[in-house]
């Protein structure tokens, strides 16, 4: 991080201090994780593809890119978010980092000058599309009533396209033997490099959000636990994990909205941890720092 990232001393050190404060938080059970690709095959990959997407220098932060809605005329240059193209440490061809709470997660992610994103944002940077909140909520129902409204009308489409293809995707790992029930001792956290797939990458530059580390995202209940108003609100685990294409635990297209597993409030110190769960991060951003960053007018 300290040499991919650009983050100041202070913020590593921040950072490395939440790390040390836990037993499991990392990149699995080192004595038991068996990672099905090395990094530097994932570099050699990625190499050889010198088409992927890039970071925006709008973000003004490494492995960032912005998010809109093309179909409403907007562009990068209007854009007020960006997300992490990468699961955390969002490094391509790291290893995600799994163990991870919500209110571990968060705290990183503000460490950093970012948040951890709206799952709309999550949604909308998978499809390609970003929807505004009145679109992908129904504030006002209790939170399975807004997931059953929100699935049940929801867009039908992967990062990749309008047709399934788990072969595209980081899905095709598999659990540690004895891994019956989510321990440290007896699950590894068997992820792929992050980025390792070229064709599993959304058209905004956001990789891996089917397959690899599910991901902590912030649910808002209610229009001001929303992050990008400065609230917080309930945990939401986005995305498939890396056994997906073996086990398949639930849908994994772009606007499927978990049910409430393991559901409670982001800062919860007691907030779930898994083998498989990581988490990446959101900023906001003015729409016009892109200008600013290139040189030209705000």
Not at 87 to 97: A, K, R
Not at 171 to 182: A, D, L, R, V
Not at 210 to 221: Q, Y
Not at 242 to 257: G, L, N
Request: aromatic share 10%; net charge negative; charged share 25%.
């Amino acid at each position: 991080m300290r040499n991919q990232l650009d983050l100041p001393a202070g913020t590593l050190d921040k950072i490395e201090a939440i790390f040390t404060k836990s037993d499991w938080l990392g990149q699995g059970n080192p004595k038991i994780t068996k990672h099905p690709m090395t990094r530097a095959e994932c570099r050699a990959i990625r190499e050889a593809h010198p088409e992927l997407h890039s970071e925006d220098p709008s973000c003004k932060a490494r492995y960032m890119v912005p998010l809109f809605d093309p179909a409403k005329g907007e562009s990068a240059d209007t854009a007020n978010v960006c997300i992490d193209q990468f699961e955390f440490p969002n490094i391509p061809c790291e290893y995600p980092v799994t163990w991870v709470r919500s209110s571990e997660a968060a705290e990183i992610c503000e460490l950093q000058g970012k948040r951890l994103c709206d799952a709309h944002e999550w949604e909308g940077a998978c499809a390609g599309a970003l929807h505004t909140p009145e679109v992908d909520y129904t504030f006002g129902e209790r939170r399975i009533m807004q997931e059953y409204l929100h699935n049940k009308t929801r867009e039908m489409i992967w990062a990749y396209g309008p047709k399934v293809d788990q072969k595209k995707c980081a899905t095709m790992s598999h659990k540690s033997p004895e891994c019956y029930t989510p321990d440290w001792g007896i699950c590894g956290s068997n992820t792929y490099p992050a980025g390792a797939f070229p064709e599993c990458v959304s058209s905004f530059g956001v990789f891996d959000q089917h397959g690899n580390a599910a991901e902590h995202m912030n649910l808002p209940v209610k229009p001001e636990q929303m992050g990008k108003n400065g609230g917080v609100g309930e945990t939401e685990m986005k995305g498939s994990w890396f056994i997906f294409a073996s086990e398949a635990v639930h849908p994994d297209d772009c606007r499927w909205r978990a049910l409430m597993w393991h559901a409670g409030p982001i800062r919860a110190l007691d907030s779930h941890r898994n083998y498989h769960l990581g988490f990446r991060c959101c900023k906001d951003i003015s729409p016009n720092s892109k200008s600013a960053a290139d040189g030209g007018s705000p």
